[in-house]
């Protein structure tokens, strides 16, 4: 395809973000650690991270056996069972707690996998050009027409036993394609920049120019898309589980769904089967927005400044606008000013 | 399209003319009509080419600089990237004492790196913002001496900063380039290409993003580093009065060809061909506030895809003539080795030549623009005066 | 062309007009402590009919202060204080730019102050064709009417005609223009609505001198057919000297001298004006020692104590370490009624001794003991 | 014209490659429609009628994937897409004609909902960034987090069950019969506003996200500013002049939206038993329907490359930077 | 509970609507197709009437004579004779007469696939309103599937060209009612008014297919569907409770779930441990929580469901339900040479038993009753996993022997034969990794397989009954399945708008508003009056 007529290409995003990448990123390390002062970005740090503190432990403080069956079935919430249990009387705050571990696991592991698959061919082909770029332009196109869930439904069949790490790979297989678009197109104009030109000029063998050059270049975007990656695997997974089409005795908070819907749990007015599970999937989902949220505050200067100024600004009540620059005769710069004088 | 190249083969090397001692030594590149045109992308645009550069023959010698003057889109920072080897020639040669190479990649690319090292046009976007200025410098020097211990190459990266004047150099080695001024951007950037200990530096307008007083840390930089390292410059710029300053030989290019060329002084001083005029009384100069000539400027840069025929500067020329538009002029041999490409300097059109330059000018010698007006006597005296201060 | 207007040149000095009067302007880039403070009490008149360069290195605050002036500073830029007051030479309407409300101040800009930009690439929204955008300017200022775009559409017409652009070009989008013409097209813009000041913003930095001088001379010769006043930025002290009445040299937020630009040219009385000065090679003439100016350009968070110049100066004594300096008449006083500096050196209470030669040129051509 | 070749050259490919593997991944599934047919009513449809079912798909006798395959472009290019399984002896465009111009409507019309309120949002909260309206973005963010399905749920047990505001499922009134009276169309209408509701509130944050971004990216162009400096009104800036030049690339994304529209909302479907083209397909593959499933994925597959078309032609219209002059 | 959000006549008393959970539907009304709506849905009883109505809840009642006057088959039940009723139109107005009796068996013969019961046809002729049917082996177990079948009218069909691939969007049959429009919505029927029967009098009915159980559950309890057949979880509460008007009669049938042991593979090679299982699943909580309370309890040791399968149970296991005994499971075990390490169960070799329960994923009722089953042997020391698979990989693996346990479902037939054989029957019987149609667990018992010849084939009733009891006393000792449920045959409904539903007290028909029976209740269901 030609590289003019792209959209992505040609998208003043792709090239807005680069920009505000190469602004950003050179601040090396200052980038994580900067991150921690977004607001936002902290408290979807904070709330992933007891997540992922669940996924770990929550097997073990889980305070039943989420199989257990017990006679007392479609209980509401009672200090026995925080959340209440299932119709065959299983507990459900044990049931999300172990699910945990699957959600996480099937989230992260899709989620890499598929920006692996995003990275390598979205770079190379961005950064080979010719041919090669054509074909593999031309695969991920084929995967980004293919509609994703039905062919996740297809090859979660094919395979046999369906656990969480299948279901995440095949999630990876089918969802990488639009990270590589995004990623070729973005390496297509790193490529022309003439850092690496100079790179080349200097004598860097080709693939350093790829890995030392143009990777770290991409980390931000390779960083949301790994976040985006992530929220569709959950979901992906936790709808996959819902309609019954992946195993349901690994537990995960899609099992949870599935079992209250197919026990028409709504309609026998147990919310307590039903609404914890939704909720933790858009906790999960909402940090990881709001993560990514920090990432792109942080890689565009443009919405990091006032971001991290929120504060200050309500305060001073000043309103940042463009073109009609505030005035603020403050104490301090007045005090400033005297003191020049 | 090809363009018939210059009659004579030997005067590509204008030094050689200028002192015989040169002509026995081999120059360190040498373009050969180098030329190279860019394929046109887009709707309705099949086969149609750029001609950026045509017929360039260029000859850079150890310890001398030669700067490539000329508007915008000329193609100089292309003639670079050729020589660089970083674009594929169309045609013509590059000789890398007297040899012609061609690479691309690999290894060969890297051994011809070595000797040839570029620094890109803008400082700004030829740094990699995620590395340090020691990771930039370290990765030249191990590229290009892969032997060494890890303590002599931090020893010669130490070495290369303070070459460039970067002192202390701890200090820089930790730095990321969006905290380097512009200025010192661009001595990262020598220092960089200085790493591989190259015979020739095409430096490609290392100075136009900066403001005056840094401008002119650089050049004096690269004034010592070719007396001390005996390096062969090539110097692109849009400021012409820093290659009269700065470069031995000055070269004009216009739409993809070289014009004029000849010793820096001649070049800027007198200019022969009406470009090169054009050029010289466009640039802004603080000593010739009054009495400029108005001199029409008007016309765009011409298509490079369609270019005018006969002489590319016709359309724009106020002396064109007839020939001008049909034939392109070779380039015409004046006295102390400057050459101008303009059929005015044919053997036979001394009367127009007279008529378009004045009376002066019917000698070969047209009278350069404001050239007879006196210096702003006091000013330049008592400025001059306190320059040691 | 000539190097001062004659009309204004022709004017007794008191008797010119201020059209706009830059009191005491301060910007901060960021909201809190450690915000940059761009610009620190800037004092800057601009009279009717002139050419005002303001020149200095990069970073220096030159953009700051027009967009500032104009209050078009993008976040997280925040002016601090100071008085920015227009003053209509024509009809005497005005006020201070920095009190006025949303309304007034879209009703007053374009009108009284149009602006062009540094670069003329991102100026032109690329998805209009340069008429809309002239027309639309336009539009903006007059009343609504039957046939107003038609007229707007003619005006436009008429401007484009008027920077050299042919008049089927204004269908064009700007990435059909060359940057030349962009550039042109953005004057045009400027000038629509036939505002008494235009603030240019390093128009011609990226063009190659020949496009340059094409530039300026059309700014030129406009400004003289339609007598507006004009504030040039530039880092091209050279472009200025030959262009401007008037040239104010900015160091570190602040205006360090304003003269005339002849007596900048000749007589610098700031030690950094005058490390300007040697720092560009002569394009004719005999060649001349290039000096430049020692050290590096000041951290705009981490500036030096006292006179913001002092590391680099080759005059400082230690008083610089301490005050920083007022912008002030110069040591000559009255011998120079226009002429404005901020250098210690002037200061006859704490200079340690006579001026150096080098800047202590008289107006008269001989020396101050 | 080259171009122009190319790029409809490199449309064939990939719509061959994707009808290929449309073809071939449902037929790796193990399992086959009579046993699927078997299994899905546990006991009620007797084992006897194996062998009938057998004849009447026309699977009695083997034929090679590959004879399949050649058949299967025979009838494409005779626009037969052969007869559906599960609705057995309807043909798939029966089938397909059916169900997707109730997709198209529904998720179609919230689609382009959703994309035209979220990016006006996105306009707005990024014209008005710093300000109230950025304590909005974590509630959008919140509801783009939520799984479709449970949304939905918990909507139709909110306005269907316990205030029964809305119709619980269904695409119209059952006693109506589709044509175009106020009646019916009343009732489609009706009938739409839950599901509608949900796909919109769930997709709009992503497009008032990355319109957002990028109108704060634009307000910070020059020409922003100049049209500011111009005096121009506000509402002439934001829309003319930000949100025109930020909306470009939303384009492609919306394109490609525009053609999973096809492909519908599965679990949106399933939840409101909408007639959609969505469930179909989920039918289609579990009770392993070969035809069905291909010609659903062709029809998909080929809207979303449309689509995908049209997104380039309508960024060269609204950009005219990628016009490219003869 | 009903809701005017729908406007329309869809609660009133003007409509009947019937609700199925089968997802969309194609206009096809097509009798023999089993993938046409008619057949999916269960419309096509309303449209297309049996010769006779059976109870295949009620097995031992006679048939009801309806588009058969009456029949009679051979001693050797090979073959019948069927007398077609006078005075039966065709909703076209042509007369019904015998030759379209044997038209319709005549087009199962000639296609197979239309053919659904396999049934062997050997002649079919006609002699005056009389149709004699034979068949190549005796049919008594299938007796009912014959007297079953539904009539097409001969002069439609025969015109039709390819009947496989008709849609036969406008069916002409002899019932009640005719299809008045066909949408993906509501499929709408009006009375017949030349019914034979006399006429019907609920003034229309319509048919609405809701996506899944969650959907028609929320249409029964907002009115918009009065009679459906779903699974609805604790039934009692969630629907019956809920209006005085909602009902709910489940009934149940001659087909089972069953726990198949694959009886090749340890543990369960070893009949004890199958035994001492069996005496330890806890039928009741599989049935209360298992299948939350939709599908029958089946507690009787022979493994019939009552009152269904009560007419066939020998002697000795009448009224002999399946007892929880978890230390007669322990001695039996310990007796067998089994033995307890701490509360492990160890094999006679010494290892621990273990076993994995498989059915496929989202099959909830199985998974549910297979975490009960997995919870039950823990008391006797068993560690049983539950798994899931896909279907289609559960099909394979069940097919051919690839499995420990499964839950897995019988035919339901007129007899329990159906239900013996399928668990048991020699002639089913294939090798492991080859495909078995039944038979799963690979139960190899001479004994059982001539026990179920001798049922299908004998022309003695007295032979017949010994082999019943033989079966039973099989079943009951060597264990080769548990079974744990009863398909019902039931349906819930609303008697708002309509009365005259079958139900305990007047089990006159199987509610089911599939079944071919839906005739006989349409015409005894009456609006209330308001
Ligand atoms: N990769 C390319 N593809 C097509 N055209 C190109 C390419 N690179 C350069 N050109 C064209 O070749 C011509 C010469 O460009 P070049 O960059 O060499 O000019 P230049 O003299 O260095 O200009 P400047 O002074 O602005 O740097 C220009 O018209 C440019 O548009
Ligand atoms: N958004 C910002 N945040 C922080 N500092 C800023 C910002 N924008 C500008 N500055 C600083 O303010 C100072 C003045 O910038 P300004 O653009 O006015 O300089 P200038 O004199 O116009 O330079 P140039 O000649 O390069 O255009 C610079 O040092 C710059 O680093
Ligand atoms: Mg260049
Ligand atoms: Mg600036
Ligand atoms: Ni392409």
């Not at chain 3, 001062?4 to 301060?26: C, M, Y």
């Not at chain 3, 094409?214 to 200025?240: A, C, N, P, R, Y």
């Not at chain 5, 309370?293 to 009224?319: I, M, R």
Request: aromatic share 8%; hydrophobic share 45%.
């Amino acid at each position: 395809m030609s590289v003019q007529m792209d959209p992505v290409a040609a998208d003043p995003t792709s090239t807005a973000t680069l920009t505000a990448v190469a602004v950003r990123s050179k601040r090396g390390r200052r980038v994580q650690f900067g991150i921690l002062r977004n607001r936002k970005a902290m408290v979807g740090i904070v709330v992933l991270a007891i997540f992922i503190l669940l996924a770990i432990i929550g097997p073990w403080i889980a305070p039943y056996n989420p199989d257990t069956v017990t006679p007392e079935g479609l209980q509401p919430p009672s200090p026995e069972h925080w959340l209440g249990t299932t119709a065959t009387g299983q507990d459900i705050l044990s049931q999300l707690l172990v699910g945990t571990r699957g959600v996480m696991l099937v989230g992260l592991t899709a989620g890499i996998v598929a920006t692996l698959i995003s990275v390598i061919v979205g770079v190379v082909s961005g950064f080979v050009g010719g041919i090669g770029d054509e074909i593999l332009s031309l695969i991920s196109n084929v995967f980004l027409v293919i509609p994703a869930l039905p062919l996740i439904i297809i090859i979660t069949g094919l395979l046999p036993g369906a656990g969480g790490l299948t279901v995440a790979f095949v999630i990876a297989v089918t969802g990488w394609a639009w990270g590589a678009r995004v990623m070729r197109a973005q390496t297509l104009s790193l490529r022309r920049r003439d850092f690496v030109e100079a790179a080349r000029a200097n004598g860097e063998p080709l693939w350093r120019i790829v890995f030392f050059e143009i990777m770290p270049n991409l980390t931000a975007i390779i960083a949301s898309g790994f976040i985006g990656t992530v929220i569709f695997a959950i979901l992906s997974e936790v709808t996959l589980a819902f309609i019954g089409v992946t195993s349901i005795s690994d537990w995960n908070w899609g099992t949870v769904l599935f079992w209250a819907q197919s026990s028409q749990a709504l309609v026998q007015g147990a919310w307590w089967w039903f609404v914890p599970a939704g909720l933790c999937i858009a906790a999960v989902g909402t940090s990881l927005t709001l993560i990514n949220f920090g990432i792109d505050e942080f890689v565009n200067p443009r919405l990091r400044s006032t971001a991290a100024n929120a504060g200050v600004l309500r305060r001073k009540k000043i309103r940042a606008r463009i073109g009609f620059t505030p005035v603020y005769r403050g104490a301090a710069a007045r005090g400033q000013k005297e003191a020049q004088r | 399209m090809t363009t018939p190249t210059s009659g004579d083969p030997s005067s590509a090397a204008p030094a050689a003319a200028d002192s015989p001692s040169a002509a026995a030594r081999v120059p360190v590149i040498e373009t050969v009509a180098l030329t190279k045109h860019f394929p046109v992308r887009g709707r309705g645009s099949r086969g149609k080419v750029v001609h950026a550069v045509e017929g360039v023959d260029l000859r850079l010698d150890a310890g001398s600089v030669v700067a490539l003057v000329g508007e915008s889109g000329s193609g100089k920072s292309t003639v670079a990237r050729l020589i660089a080897q970083l674009l594929p020639r169309t045609s013509g040669d590059v000789l890398l004492q007297g040899q012609s190479v061609r690479v691309r990649l690999g290894r060969s690319f890297r051994r011809y790196v070595r000797n040839v090292q570029m620094i890109l046009q803008d400082p700004f976007a030829s740094l990699n913002p995620v590395h340090t200025v020691g990771y930039v410098l370290t990765r030249s020097v191990s590229i290009h001496n892969p032997g060494l211990s890890r303590a002599e190459r931090e020893q010669k990266v130490r070495g290369l900063l303070e070459q460039v004047e970067l002192r202390p150099a701890e200090r820089y080695l930790t730095k990321f380039p969006h905290e380097l001024s512009g200025g010192q951007r661009q001595r990262v950037a020598i220092a960089r290409a200085l790493g591989a200990t190259p015979k020739a530096l095409l430096a490609d307008e290392p100075v136009s993003m900066l403001d005056v007083s840094i401008r002119i840390g650089v050049l004096n930089l690269l004034q010592r580093l070719k007396k001390d390292l005996d390096l062969a410059i090539l110097y692109i710029t849009h400021d012409i009065a820093s290659a009269r300053y700065f470069a031995d030989e000055t070269v004009v290019m216009y739409a993809g060809q070289v014009i004029e060329r000849g010793p820096s002084e001649e070049v800027t001083q007198r200019p022969r061909h009406p470009y090169t005029q054009l050029l010289i009384a466009s640039a802004p100069d603080a000593d010739q506030l009054a009495g400029r000539e108005e001199r029409p400027a008007k016309g765009e840069p011409p298509s490079l895809i369609d270019p005018p025929t006969g002489c590319r500067f016709n359309p724009r020329c106020p002396f064109a003539m007839d020939v001008c538009r049909q034939e392109r002029p070779p380039m015409f041999e004046l006295e102390d080795g400057q050459k101008a490409a303009c059929w005015l300097y044919d053997e036979g059109r001394a009367e127009q030549r007279a008529a378009a330059f004045g009376a002066d000018a019917a000698a070969g010698v047209p009278v350069p623009v404001g050239a007879t007006a006196g210096p702003a006597g006091a000013a330049r005296g008592i400025t001059n005066g306190g320059a040691g201060a | 062309m000539t190097l001062l207007d004659p009309t204004t040149a022709a004017l007794p000095p008191r008797e010119r007009k201020p059209v706009l009067e830059i009191r005491d302007l301060s910007v901060d880039y960021g909201y809190d402590q450690n915000a940059v403070h761009a610009l620190q009490g800037v004092d800057l008149t601009l009279h009717a009919g002139e050419v005002l360069g303001l020149a200095g290195e990069s970073g220096c605050g030159k953009s700051t202060l027009a967009y500032a002036a104009t209050r078009l500073l993008p976040p997280p830029g925040v002016i601090t204080g100071g008085s920015v007051t227009f003053t209509s030479a024509r009809d005497g309407h005005g006020g201070d730019l920095l009190r006025m409300g949303e309304a007034e101040l879209r009703a007053q800009r374009w009108r009284d102050t149009a602006i062009v930009f540094q670069g003329a690439m991102n100026s032109l929204n690329p998805v209009y064709t340069v008429g809309r955008q002239l027309v639309d300017g336009i539009l903006a200022h007059k009343p609504r009417s039957r046939d107003a775009r038609a007229e707007a559409r003619a005006r436009a017409l008429e401007l484009l005609d008027m920077v050299g652009i042919p008049k089927d070009r204004l269908g064009s989008y700007p990435h059909q223009l060359s940057g030349g013409m962009r550039q042109r097209v953005m004057i045009a813009m400027a000038l629509a609505l036939e505002p008494e000041i235009v603030i240019m913003d390093e128009p011609t930095t990226a063009l190659d001198v020949v496009m340059q001088r094409q530039i300026v001379e059309q700014i030129m010769q406009l400004k003289d057919e339609l007598g507006f006043s004009v504030i040039f930025i530039t880092h091209d002290v050279s472009l200025l000297l030959e262009l401007a009445d008037r040239i104010a040299i900015m160091y570190a937020g602040r205006i360090v001298e304003d003269a005339s630009s002849e007596e900048v040219y000749k007589m610098p009385r700031h030690p950094y004006t005058a490390g300007l000065l040697h720092s560009f090679p002569p394009l004719r003439g005999p060649k001349r020692d290039l000096a430049g100016i020692p050290g590096s350009p000041p951290d705009l968070v981490n500036l030096p104590t006292g006179c913001k110049f002092h590391p680099r100066c080759p005059y400082a004594f230690d008083e610089c370490k301490l005050t920083d300096p007022v912008l002030g008449p110069t040591r000559f006083g009255a011998a120079e009624p226009e002429r404005q500096v901020a250098c210690l050196l002037n200061d006859e209470r704490v200079a340690p001794g006579p001026i150096p030669l080098e800047l202590g040129v008289r107006p008269e051509g001989d020396r101050i003991v | 014209m080259k171009f122009l070749i190319r790029r409809v050259i490199f449309y064939v490919i990939t719509a061959w490659a994707a009808v290929t593997l449309n073809f071939f991944i449902p037929r790796l599934l193990p399992g086959d429609p009579v046993q699927s047919l078997i299994n899905k009513y546990q006991g009620r449809l007797s084992t006897d009628a194996i062998q009938s079912l057998y004849v009447l798909f026309g699977l009695d006798e083997k034929s090679s994937l590959w004879d399949d395959y050649v058949k299967y472009w025979a009838g494409l290019f005779k626009g037969d897409f052969g007869i559906s399984f599960t609705y057995f002896p309807t043909p798939v465009s029966e089938v397909i004609s059916q169900s997707l111009p109730w997709t198209l409507l529904l998720v179609g019309i919230s689609t382009i909902l959703g994309f035209i309120l979220g990016t006006l949002a996105g306009v707005g909260l990024g014209w008005r960034r710093g300000t109230w309206a950025d304590g909005l973005l974590p509630v959008a963010n919140f509801f783009s987090a939520i799984p479709y399905f449970w949304l939905g749920l918990i909507a139709i047990s909110l306005f269907a069950v316990i205030i029964p505001i809305f119709p619980a499922s269904g695409g119209y009134e059952g006693g109506l019969i589709p044509d175009f009276s106020a009646d019916f169309i009343g009732s489609a209408i009706y009938h739409g506003i839950l599901p509608a509701l949900t796909i919109v509130i769930s997709s709009i944050a992503g497009w008032i996200l990355s319109m957002r971004n990028m109108m704060v990216t634009v307000s910070s162009e020059d020409y922003v500013t100049v049209a500011q400096a111009k005096g121009l009104s506000e509402r002439k800036v934001m829309f003319g002049y930000a949100a025109r030049n930020a909306v470009l690339p939303s384009i492609s994304g919306f394109a490609l939206s525009l053609g999973f529209i096809v492909g519908g909302t599965l679990v949106t479907e399933m939840v409101f038993s909408y007639p959609g083209i969505g469930f179909t397909l989920f039918q289609a593959i579990s009770s392993k329907d070969y035809p069905l499933m291909q010609g659903i994925f062709l029809i998909i597959t080929l809207s979303v490359l449309v689509a995908n078309m049209v997104a380039d032609f309508a960024y060269a219209v609204l950009d005219p930077r990628t016009r490219q002059e003869g | 509970v009903l809701s005017g959000c729908s406007g329309g006549g869809a609660s009133s008393g003007d409509v009947l609507t019937i609700g199925m959970p089968n997802g969309p539907q194609s206009n096809n009304s097509n009798p023999f197709a089993p993938t046409s709506s008619a057949v999916v849905l269960g419309y096509r009883g309303m449209m297309y009437e049996p010769l006779a109505q059976i109870n295949p809840t009620l097995p031992d009642r006679d048939p009801v004579p309806w588009l058969a006057k009456e029949w009679k088959w051979s001693d050797d039940y090979k073959s019948v004779e069927i007398t077609a009723r006078d005075g039966v139109k065709w909703s076209d107005g042509e007369k019904f007469t015998a030759d379209d009796i044997a038209y319709t068996f005549k087009m199962l013969e000639k296609y197979e696939a239309f053919n659904a019961n396999a049934l062997p046809f050997d002649d079919i002729s006609v002699s005056g309103d009389t149709v004699k049917l034979s068949f190549d082996v005796p049919e008594f177990v299938n007796q009912t599937k014959v007297i079953n079948q539904f009539i097409v009218p001969e002069h439609i069909w025969s015109k039709i060209k390819d009947p496989e691939k008709d849609a036969n969007q406008k069916p002409v049959g002899t019932g009640p009612y005719t299809l008045k429009t066909w949408t993906q919505q509501a499929i709408s029927f009006v009375p017949n008014n030349d019914y034979w029967g006399g006429k019907p009098k609920v003034p229309e009915v319509r048919w609405t297919s809701y996506t899944d159980n969650n959907a028609m559950l929320t249409a029964l309890l907002n009115g918009q569907a009065q009679w459906s057949y779903v699974f609805i979880p604790d039934i009692d509460k969630t629907w019956v409770a809920k209006s005085e008007t909602n009902k709910n009669w489940q009934p149940t049938g001659l087909g089972i779930d069953a726990l198949f042991f694959n009886t090749t593979k340890a543990p369960f090679d070893n009949v004890a441990v199958r035994k001492a299982v069996n005496m330890v699943v806890d039928r009741k909580s599989i049935n209360t929580q298992g299948y939350s309370g939709f599908k029958g309890l089946v507690d009787n040791v022979n493994g019939l469901p009552s009152p269904a399968g009560d007419s066939f149970a020998a002697p000795e296991f009448k009224d002999k339900k399946a007892e929880i005994d978890v230390d007669g499971a322990k001695k039996v075990l310990t007796d067998a040479g089994y033995t307890y390490s701490g509360d492990k169960l160890m094999d006679p070799s010494g290892n621990p038993v273990t076993f994995t329960l498989v059915d496929p994923a989202g099959w909830s009722d199985y998974l549910a009753s297979l975490q009960i089953i997995s919870d039950n042997v823990k008391k006797i020391g068993i560690d049983a996993k539950v798994e899931t698979a896909t279907v289609d990989n559960w099909t394979a693996a069940v097919q051919n022997g690839d499995f420990q346990a499964t839950l897995h479902w019988t035919n339901t037939g007129a007899t329990p034969w159906d239900i013996y054989s399928n668990i048991m029957d020699g002639t089913q019987l294939k090798p492991i990794g080859t495909t078995a149609n039944w038979n799963f667990g690979r139960f190899d018992s001479p004994e059982a397989t001539q026990a179920l010849a001798a049922y299908a084939n004998t022309t003695d009733d007295a032979e017949r009954t010994t082999a019943m009891n033989t079966l039973q006393k099989i079943f009951v000792e060597q264990v080769p399945a548990i079974p744990v449920a009863a398909g019902p045959m039931g349906a819930e409904y609303s008697t708002k708008h309509f009365t005259g539903w079958p139900d305990e007290k007047d089990p006159y028909a199987v509610s089911q508003p599939t079944q071919p029976s839906i005739s006989q209740v349409l015409m005894k269901l009456e609006p209330v009056k308001k």
